[in-house]
């Protein structure tokens, strides 16, 4: 494809970036407190926050009062510190995931800016704030976006860093992604230092230029990135003898190499992932890979001896790679690629014709076409009893809404392309599906109350008393505990507290033959079941009544002794 010179219709102004910055602050920041923690990884990691803050134990996490080790501790110190100087909410849980997506944002942005031009950068942060899957887990906690961020700063500090040219500037900027990396392995292992180590060694290997390796700042780098991170694997480690092996050895080579984790899926689970996320700029990214690869390392008045792109791509096709090999697959683990991957593609967009560019973006049109339908099927399809009908068809209204804004908006972008109002048309298409993104979230509300046990603590707290025993038989609610500010003791249940039953065993009921003795005990109990397991609780003999029923649980409560 011929490049053509970028469409000035349309001029960048100091006001258009300023509004497009409070419009990312806004969409990262309204609506976080709007929904209930959904299970398991929002109520999970807002528990341990909450009992981080509570017993004002920094150093060794704790899940229902156990011990748990399976990841760094940094987001739960960034959330542990918002409850306390904020409150206990659902916006103070996810606060430190939306300043990690805007940070993004601002990253990306600057970095475009300085690698290439002003356009390139705004252009990277719009496909950026675009693109649903991102903009979606700004919303969601989950460790994958704060390890994002400082990946992500990991990555663009090592880019400007090496296509800069003042000494002391590239200096600063080669520790800020040191500095990233640190963040990344505190935030989520060694995957921290490993992608960036990787994309390094490829990209020395492919370019047969090994020179990069001596203008990494190894001394001042390493020292920084130690002090950061030594602390804590120090201490936890003194603490608990148990930690090294579990984290180091369970949590990563196991979790890899095998399928014990029980996140099995295909080769290509990742790419379809990939694509959706990106939408509406998923048919740019083959296009998009191609010319930052060609892309010579001379551009925009720049004469770089490192090509940045190239280094992108690199890093992002190790992530794919490696995850896709691995033997446990979860969708947000991809999550990485997305702030670097929308700089190729901003890249892409600022040389592309407009004429053909509207061509890439017309697809939308009949997959947001095809997703309403989906959206009109999905009550019939995946409610299974008469609770959650209404709350899918609720839901189901406003994913059709969303569908049908994001068509829209891919026609009024075609239209505008075609005329090579080039500018216009990708803020068209931009807001058509920042909007559509925002509207789904606004129906994913409707079903909380299947993901959520905000309800389940509602109804409960009135009849629970500081002497009132709460148990957790076979089966475990994430999102309980933070709302009802108590631990549960588990009975027959093991899963991811395996090593915090095991080394504090007092804590827990290991078999369900020991638990009508507690039940049983003087005092006022309640315990949370599947709806499955009620005539399993009359067969082991204890009385109770049921006082809470929904698809997913039953609360049962203790008869008192005449």
């Not at 510190?81 to 606060?95: H, N, Y």
């Not at 789904?440 to 603590?457: C, D, F, N």
């Amino acid at each position: 494809m011929t490049a053509r010179k970028t469409d000035v219709s349309f001029p960048l102004s100091r006001p258009l970036i300023l509004l497009l910055v409070l419009l990312a602050v806004f969409i990262s920041l309204d609506s976080l407190g709007a929904r209930k923690l959904a299970n398991p990884d929002e109520g999970r990691y807002s528990e341990i926050a909450r009992e981080m803050a509570q017993t004002g134990d920094f150093v060794t996490p704790r899940l229902n009062g156990l011990k748990y080790f399976e990841k760094p501790p940094l987001q739960y110190w960034a959330t542990a510190i918002a409850f306390k100087l904020f409150g206990e909410s659902e916006f103070t849980a996810r606060l430190y995931s939306a300043l990690c997506g805007l940070g993004c944002l601002l990253l990306v942005a600057y970095t475009g800016r300085r690698l290439f031009d002003d356009e390139t950068g705004l252009l990277a942060a719009l496909v950026l704030l675009s693109a649903p899957y991102f903009a979606a887990l700004t919303e969601i906690i989950t460790l994958d976006m704060g390890l994002t961020f400082w990946m992500t700063l990991s990555v663009c500090g090592f880019l400007v860093a090496q296509t800069g040219t003042d000494g002391q500037c590239k200096r600063r900027w080669m520790l800020a992604a040191w500095t990233g990396m640190a963040g990344a392995v505190l935030s989520k292992g060694l995957i921290g230092l490993v992608f960036p180590a990787a994309a390094v060694a490829l990209y020395c290997l492919i370019q047969r230029d090994l020179r990069l390796i001596a203008r990494l700042e190894w001394m001042r780098g390493m020292a920084l990135f130690f002090a950061l991170t030594l602390p804590w694997f120090i201490a936890v480690s003194l603490q608990n003898p148990e930690f090294a092996r579990f984290f180091f050895i369970h949590e990563h080579f196991e979790r890899f190499l095998t399928t014990e984790h029980r996140r099995v899926a295909a080769w290509w689970y990742f790419f379809p992932i990939l694509f959706a996320g990106f939408l509406p700029w998923a048919i740019a990214l083959v296009p998009a890979a191609i010319s930052g690869w060609r892309l010579p390392p001379r551009l925009a008045g720049h004469n770089f001896t490192f090509a940045p792109l190239r280094f992108v791509l690199l890093y992002c096709l190790f992530i794919l790679l490696f995850f896709s090999k691995s033997g446990s697959k979860l969708p947000a683990y991809i999550l990485p690629m997305f702030p670097v991957l929308a700089l190729a593609i901003g890249a892409y967009l600022r040389q592309c014709a407009p004429r053909h560019l509207g061509w890439l973006v017309l697809p939308v049109f009949p997959v947001a076409l095809a997703g309403a339908y989906a959206a009109w099927q999905a009550p019939a399809a995946k409610a299974r009893d008469a609770f959650s009908q209404p709350l899918y068809e609720a839901m189901s209204s406003w994913v059709i809404t969303a569908a049908l804004a994001i068509a829209a908006a891919a026609l009024v972008a075609f239209v505008l392309l075609r005329f090579e109002r080039k500018w216009l048309g990708v803020m068209a298409m931009a807001a058509g599906t920042i909007i559509g993104t925002e509207l789904i979230e606004r129906g994913y509300e409707h079903i909380s109350p299947l993901q959520s046990g905000a309800a389940l603590a509602a109804e409960l707290r009135p009849r629970i008393s500081p002497e009132t025993r709460l148990y957790a038989v076979q089966f475990y609610d994430q999102s309980l505990p933070f709302y009802l500010k108590r631990t549960l003791t588990l009975v027959n249940y093991r899963d991811e507290f395996e090593l915090g039953q095991q080394a504090e065993p007092g804590k827990s009921i290991s078999r369900l033959e020991d638990f009508p003795a507690a039940w049983l005990a003087p005092g006022p109990a309640i315990a949370i079941i599947q709806p499955g397991h009620v005539e399993q609780m009359r067969a082991l003999g204890l009385a109770f009544d049921i006082v809470h029923r929904d698809p997913r649980r039953v609360a049962i409560m203790k008869l008192p002794v005449p």
